[in-house]
């Protein structure tokens, strides 16, 4: 079954009674009028009376409000997800906001750990290891005709939470649902897709509930099949699919890139869409300190494949704005869980090698371990901006703030590890640890601080700005491919609408209740970048932003006709 159910001209379905009530894309409740009752045999099976969608909306907002626990609020959405997406969809565009962090990060992660615990009802599909001579069998048995987002994962590296094998799913999930409230793609075209190829969390074998492969993960031989077979099942099953990556562990997140990259339209969120939002971000604070990026000495801490992604973006805009890339490259300092990837450094990966320091870059340096380690580096290389992606809470300790303080007036201070818990530093910390002179920006939503006498707004740094408006950007163009160009053209477009840059009050990014009208900007954007890459249609600018608006879902009810049979 498919549908684009938001347009104005009545839908036919063969669906009736209460296989209509159980199908939650065409389902609309209490909101059925009198003549499709009687039409589609509903007659009885709902309250008598009927209800607009806001009356629909006014009653579970008020049955929301009434669980204090943000978990409960996350099954409560999901539950109406799983029974009316229409009325999921426009509760959650009134309340953007509040909802966000409940159907997303930094609730979402939760979910992911209690996923077995929590479940209720199938979304998506869940492939199995065992099923992977069957792909096509499996895929056909998601009855949606038209797919045009699939978000994947194999649950291997959930935010910052580690392996969560099926709970993966809830990561999937969530980005979708994000896609539909931000960047319009009706729910009828995404799709879920866990890979479950097992998982190496004893918790999670040990946990009587876990509804997972009950086995370690598969060898890498064994996964690396299974991955080219699911890709080939997929272009078979729905071509035009957009296929984004999500949270794959580091040994696999790059490789699955690169192989697929330039065959089918396919990103890594983790890898591109981050470093797409922090480039994004750094270039509008950046431009709100008056200094361009190619002056910034920036260190990571967390060399995986966020940090390294991010790096590479950030040497790609740097020369664009005019230095040589060995002096970019000079400007950036990776920091891992052994020090400063540094030449000679052993058991790097592929894309780690482009990133390490040169041995005379540091023949200088005052250190006493193997390699410098984070605080040598915030003494020796005087950064003036520090992001986190490392997963691990706290390691942005006093004394390392306090240090990249003391060389740079205004420093760039980026924790973007999630969920909340695992964040480097809070931002009050480092708000405080700076004496309130600092630009910060997390990767989940934090409330504002306030700091002697003044309200710091922090603005949440997450992919989540750039892939909705990748994906609408790439469906209303065709695009064939997701190129690096495409996404420096969606980190531009983000920096050039920061309301802080811009006027020198708000946020460095636009508020999430935005972020529709933002996605469309980078749809158009990325779409014109595509054309002229010769990766898409060739459309001027009123038909291609015509095609955006037509490819906008809403969440409003169609007026159904019943079809025969
Ligand atoms: N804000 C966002 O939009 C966004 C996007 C992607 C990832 N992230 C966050 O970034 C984090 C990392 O994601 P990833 O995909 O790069 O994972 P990853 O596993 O590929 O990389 C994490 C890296 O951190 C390193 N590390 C661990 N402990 C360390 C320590 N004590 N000191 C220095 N380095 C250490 C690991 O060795 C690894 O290389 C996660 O918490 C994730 O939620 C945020
Ligand atoms: O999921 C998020 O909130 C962002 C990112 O993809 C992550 O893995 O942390």
């Known amino acids: ?75 409560y959405l999901r539950a109406i997800q799983d029974n009316n997406e229409t009325l999921f969809y426009r509760l959650v565009q009134q309340h953007l906001e509040e909802m966000l962090p409940i159907i997303y990060t930094p609730t979402v992660g939760d979910a992911c750990e209690q996923f077995s615990d929590i479940y209720r009802s199938a979304r998506g599909l869940f492939i199995s290891y065992q099923d992977r001579y069957n792909l096509d069998d499996v895929l056909r048995n998601a009855t949606k005709a038209k797919v045009k987002v699939i978000v994947v994962t194999d649950g291997e590296r959930v935010l910052g939470l580690g392996d969560q094998g099926i709970g993966g799913m809830g990561i999937s999930i969530g980005k979708l649902s994000l896609y539909t409230a931000c960047g319009g793609i009706s729910p009828a075209y995404t799709l879920p897709v866990m890979l479950d190829v097992g ?46 990556f999500e949270d794959f562990a580091q040994p696999n997140a790059m490789p699955i890139l690169q192989r697929y990259r330039d065959q089918v339209r396919c990103f890594n969120d983790d890898i591109q869409g981050t ?123 006093e004394q390392i703030i306090r240090a990249i303080k003391k060389g740079c007036e205004l420093p760039i201070i980026f924790p973007l590890s999630n969920p909340s ?79 802080l840059a811009n006027t020198g009050k708000g946020g460095l990014l636009p508020p999430f209740t935005e972020l529709a009208a933002l996605s469309k900007k980078i749809a158009f954007a990325v779409a014109r970048v595509a054309m002229q890459q010769g990766l898409a249609l060739e459309l001027d600018d009123n038909a291609l932003q015509q095609r955006i608006e037509d490819n906008f879902w809403r969440p409003e009810y169609r007026q159904y006709r019943r079809t025969s049979n």
């Open 199 to 244: 998982t190496n969390n004893k918790k999670l074998l040990d946990d009587p509930m876990y509804m997972g492969l009950r086995q370690p993960r598969v060898a890498q031989d064994e996964y690396n099949e299974f991955i080219e077979l699911f890709i080939a099942a997929v272009q078979r099953r729905w071509p035009e699919a957009i296929i984004q």
């Open 421 to 499: 818990r695992q964040v480097e530093a809070t931002p009050e910390q480092v708000i405080e640890w700076t004496d309130g002179q600092v630009i910060v920006a997390t990767g989940s939503p934090f409330k504002p601080v306030h700091y002697q006498g003044r309200d710091y707004l922090i603005t949440q740094c997450n992919n989540s700005y750039i892939f909705p408006g990748i994906g609408l950007g790439v469906i209303a163009a065709k695009a064939r491919l997701i190129s690096d160009e495409m996404l420096r053209s969606a980190s531009e477009t983000l920096a050039a609408n920061s309301p």
């Open 1 to 75: 079954m498919s549908a684009i159910i938001n347009k104005k001209r009545p839908l036919y379905t063969g669906y009736a009674g209460s296989a209509l009530l159980e199908t939650p894309l065409l389902n609309k409740g209490s909101a059925f009028t009198a003549e499709e009752r009687a039409a589609f045999n509903l007659t009885g099976l709902l309250p008598p009376r009927y209800e607009t969608i806001e009356e629909q909306v006014s009653r579970c907002y008020q049955q929301y409000r009434s669980f204090d626990d943000a978990i409960n609020k996350h099954i």
């Open 275 to 397: 470093a797409a939002v922090t480039v994004g971000t750094l270039l509008a604070a950046c431009r709100s300190k008056g200094v361009p990026l190619h002056q910034q000495k920036v260190v990571f801490v967390g060399a995986g494949s966020a940090g390294c992604g991010i790096a590479e973006a950030i040497i790609s805009q740097m020369v664009a704005e005019g230095i040589a890339e060995s002096q970019a490259r000079s400007q950036i300092y990776m920091v891992d869980r052994f020090g400063l990837l540094t030449e000679g450094m052993p058991d790097l990966r592929d894309f780690q090698q482009a990133l390490q320091q040169s041995a005379a870059a540091i023949a200088g340096w005052n250190f006493s371990g193997d390699y410098p380690s984070l605080l040598d580096v915030m003494y020796c290389a005087q950064p003036t901006v520090l992001i986190g992606v490392s997963g691990q809470a706290g390691l942005f300790t």
